[in-house]
């Protein structure tokens, strides 16, 4: 039986992920005296989250909406290190700080009463060097470490 990683969106677990999808643009830079260009940073990164709440996860909802909505100004009341991060995407693929919801999507129909679908995507908002650094630390921890799992 294979073990279900969760993905964890500003302290709320999404333990049956149905798709995780983390999308990375680059900047482009010309090499002096040369037609080459080279990609040397990203400049925009998205992440986008399919996950089921399912029974007893859809008291889930209010604390994503709640991430949702939330300003940064409540967030950093809410929890301190938000003020400095962002809403932090943990998943097996890395870990993302500085993150923005977008758009959140809940979606029940009547196959699936017990059931309902989020659809939720993030944007990168940097929010400090430190804290773009410190997040790819721990992109490239989780990255190497998320092998072994």
Known sequence: MAINIPVIVGGVPLLCVTR?????GYKAAAIASSTLTQ???PTS????????LIDEMRAL?????AIALTSRALASAAAP????AGVPVVA???VHLDMQVTSLTFTQDNNMRNTLQVNLSLV???RSQLGGLLGAA???AVGVGSAFI
């Open 61 to 65: 909802r209010p604390a994503l909406e």
């Open 92 to 94: 097996k693929t890395g």
């Open 124 to 126: 990168h908002v940097p």
């Open 45 to 52: 990164k998205t992440i986008a989250i399919d996950a089921l």
């Open 138 to 140: 721990l992109d490239v």
């Open 20 to 24: 995780l999808q983390i999308a990375e």
């Open 81 to 84: 290190i938000m003020k400095f």
């Open 39 to 41: 990609m040397v940073s």
